[in-house]
């Protein structure tokens, strides 16, 4: 039998956004940035409200299918307690549909904020699984809840019948990186951008991703003078291309000037990474460009304030 919250009872969680792939680790490798989304839960006696302030105000419902609530719920049933009501506030920094988490960010948020208002009874495993199920993968929704780096994967069950097992681990990652994000001013579709992938590849390409992939682990953790070989690429970003023009203009700008420059999950954001700012010019060239630009470090896990 379920148990039902006390109405006031509340929880503030304040939740990294992430960029995910990080060149050739696709749905595989997640990093958190340090561009936040704050969500306040109180438990109500009954009924649902919702407020949103900052990115998607104008457009995320405010209803049971807002993301952030479904998530609540989800993590509510898995501890075991039940809420007559949700008072439910968002203070959105991360933009959205950008290639920065904001999807897997909500899901994440909505998961650690149940857990908390239940007293924690779900392990980080636990959160990631639930976090993960809204996004198929675990690359950015490992990466906010869990913070830093992170390796990640999907079990897959053979029966066809069970639920997949979505897995990740945190690794370390060196002291001095930092992550430039150049965000244009358009959306992307998850979806429609993952349409143009092909069904098979080379095993030329596969061989050479899974030691880009390799390659990564390594400058994450102690080498980032090969962030530039590490975030190197034959899988998806190729084929993106003609639908991100401007992202891949800047991506191939900024990699034959030596940045380890990627596309950000699915787009358009350009993300770097790096042990040095990148140089001025270029930021500006961006800026006049119409591109935001984010300065970013990398991120500690989903923070819980009661």
Not at 121 to 139: I, N, T, W, Y
Not at 167 to 179: G, K, L, N, T, Y
Not at 185 to 199: G, M, Q
Not at 244 to 249: D, K, M, Q, S, Y
Request: aromatic share 4%; glycine share 8%; charged share 20%.
């Amino acid at each position: 039998m379920s148990t039902e919250l006390v109405p006031g009872t509340s929880v503030k969680v304040t939740v990294p956004g992430s960029s995910a792939n990080l060149g050739p680790g696709f749905d595989t490798l997640g990093l958190a940035l340090s561009i936040y989304d704050v969500v306040e839960v109180e438990v109500t006696a009954s009924g649902l409200e919702i407020d949103i302030f900052g990115e998607g105000a104008d457009d995320l419902p405010r209803d049971s299918s807002h993301l952030v609530v479904r998530a609540i719920h989800s993590g509510l049933a898995a501890a075991g307690v039940t809420a007559p009501g949700l008072h439910v506030t968002c203070h959105n920094a991360i933009p959205q549909s950008r290639g920065l988490g904001s999807s897997a960010a909500a899901a994440a948020a909505g998961v650690v904020a149940a857990n908390a208002l239940a007293g924690g009874p779900l392990d980080a495993d636990q959160l990631v699984q639930l976090a993960s199920a809204f996004e198929g993968h675990p690359d950015n929704a490992a990466a906010s809840v869990l913070g830093g780096a992170v390796v990640s994967w999907t079990d897959i069950p053979v029966d066809g019948r069970s639920e997949a097992r979505y897995r990740a681990v945190p690794i370390p990652v060196h002291e001095s990186m930092r992550a430039t994000a150049i965000v244009p001013d358009f959306h992307a579709s998850t979806h429609a951008v993952r349409k143009v992938l092909p069904e098979q590849v080379t095993h030329l390409d596969a061989r050479f991703n899974v030691s880009r992939v390799a390659v990564m682990v390594a400058a994450l953790q102690h080498y980032p003078e090969l962030l530039a070989e590490g975030t190197r690429d034959r899988l998806h970003q190729p084929y993106r291309a003609d639908v991100l023009p401007v992202t891949a203009e800047w991506v191939n700008r900024l990699r034959n000037r030596g940045y380890a420059a990627y596309l950000s999950g699915a787009g358009p954001t350009i993300m770097v990474l790096s042990t040095e700012p990148v140089e001025e010019r270029f930021l500006r060239e961006a800026r006049e460009d119409g591109h935001r630009v984010l300065e970013l470090s990398v991120a500690g896990p989903t923070r819980v304030d009661s």
